[in-house]
């Protein structure tokens, strides 16, 4: 049974920028309520509302996954490191975005499927044959009849992202091939605790995963994790290497060390997560104080990357243009928009943050290394982040 431990309010979609702010545009935008549960079943962590996919996955899908320096470098590594490690005849991607993962492959040894039909194309365009439908059974029995069983299927912060997890891992097993292996990374749970980082709850996260909660599920479409990764990736993911149950992969001592860690951080328990949304509220109070304490000194304040993830803080925590002046984005297709619920106008960097600016909360925080080099000017200047991760605070030179 789902019990629910967290309300994050109402919130809009994450990915639905608005063009205009006018009076017909803002009445038709689209609300529910953000609220997350735990499963004391299965221990999966998960929205007790998703929304219906099809509103969200649409042609008009904004974000580009190789808009980071850092994620094409991610996905580079990945995806030489299964090539190297599993003999693939014929590999899929799941959910390829803007063809990030496919480029380090060539046009025979992989395709994939992605529902977001403007990014299907893009990839088809690139010569890599893609489906544009959702991942299920009966898009894989349609591969599996038109090409053959698969040897690898990939899919990077997609699988989380989907509400009915028996057909996704049901269609995982059909459409391997006997030794096939089925990759696939999501934010973890485990870190999103730690981190604090509250804003992973989104319409998109449908689920948080942990190792407990994947192996429950996983286990019911004969399928079995026989490795794990913890991962930096969007402040902290996961990896899970999964094969048929009856494989003869053997499973990797780090799998049960990691369940082991995991039953020790109380994931397996609804108290963590009662608690987590007490630290959350906390949070919360403490990030509008410090951007009100910085207004009222008449200091000026952005925010920096419009994050899917800065939907949810701004919705939550009530913050709109009165207290950031806009926010900076290197996705030409956000540009000129307004951000979902808040309507903060959207801009382009340009050649970096402002001059007159003297703070940007980082709505893009897990990539402030790489931010931090692109922006050594402003912080060179005295220019300060804003960040809530892991706790709310100011980071200067
Ligand atoms: P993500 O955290 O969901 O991957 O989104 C990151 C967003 O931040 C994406 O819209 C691109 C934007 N961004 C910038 O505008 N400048 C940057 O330097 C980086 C790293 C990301």
């Given at each position: 049974m789902k019990k629910k431990f967290l309300n994050l309010l109402k919130q809009p979609i994450t990915?639905?920028?608005?063009?205009?702010i006018d009076k017909k545009t803002i009445k038709k935008e689209f609300f529910y309520n953000l609220s997350v549960?735990?499963?004391?079943?299965?221990?999966?962590?998960?929205?007790?509302?998703?929304?219906?996919?099809?509103?969200?996955?649409?042609?008009?899908?904004?974000?580009?996954?190789?808009?980071?320096?850092?994620?094409?470098?991610?996905?580079?590594?990945?995806?030489?490191?299964?090539?190297?490690?599993?003999?693939?005849?014929?590999?899929?991607?799941?959910?390829?975005?803007?063809?990030?993962?496919?480029?380090?492959?060539?046009?025979?040894?992989?395709?994939?499927?992605?529902?977001?039909?403007n990014l299907a194309k893009i990839t088809n365009k690139m010569g890599y044959k893609t489906y544009g439908q959702f991942w299920n059974k009966k898009i894989a029995r349609k591969i599996v009849k038109k090409h053959f069983n698969l040897d690898l299927i990939f899919s990077a912060n997609t699988i989380s992202h989907i509400p009915n997890l028996k057909e996704t891992f049901d269609a995982v097993c059909l459409a391997l091939s006997k030794n096939g292996v089925f990759v696939f990374e999501d934010p973890y749970i485990g870190s999103v605790i730690k981190m604090n980082s509250y804003d992973q709850f989104y319409d998109e996260h449908v689920h948080l995963f942990s190792l407990l909660s994947i192996s429950e599920i996983l286990e019911k479409s004969n399928l079995k994790i026989f490795d794990v990764e913890l991962l930096p990736t969007h402040g902290g993911s996961i990896r899970f290497y999964v094969c048929k149950k009856l494989s003869k992969i053997k499973i990797k001592k780090n799998v049960f060390d990691l369940k082991k860690k995991e039953l020790l951080q109380g994931l397996n328990k609804l108290s963590t997560y009662k608690k987590f949304s007490i630290r959350i509220n906390k949070s919360k109070k403490s990030l509008i104080r410090l951007l009100k304490k910085i207004k009222k000194k008449g200091k000026r304040v952005i925010s920096y990357g419009a994050t899917y993830k800065s939907a949810t803080i701004f919705n939550y925590c009530n913050i709109d243009s009165n207290l950031i002046e806009y926010v900076v984005d290197s996705t030409k297709n956000k540009q000129g928009k307004f951000t979902p619920g808040k309507h903060i106008p959207i801009k382009s960097p340009g050649s970096g943050i402002d001059k007159n600016i003297d703070y940007a909360f980082l709505g893009a925080w897990n990539f402030l290394k790489e931010i931090k080099k692109?922006?050594?000017?402003?912080?060179?200047?005295?220019?300060?982040?804003?960040?809530?991760v892991p706790s709310v605070r100011t980071i200067g030179l």
């Open positions: 990915n639905s920028y608005l063009r205009k549960g735990f499963d004391d079943k299965n221990y999966l962590v998960s929205l007790i509302n998703p929304i219906n996919p099809k509103k969200q996955y649409t042609d008009k899908y904004a974000h580009r996954a190789s808009q980071s320096v850092t994620m094409n470098e991610s996905f580079k590594q990945i995806a030489l490191k299964l090539k190297k490690r599993f003999v693939s005849k014929f590999s899929l991607e799941s959910g390829s975005n803007d063809g990030v993962f496919l480029k380090n492959f060539t046009k025979k040894q992989i395709i994939a499927v992605e529902p977001c039909k692109k922006e050594i000017k402003f912080l060179k200047k005295g220019g300060k982040f804003i960040t809530h």
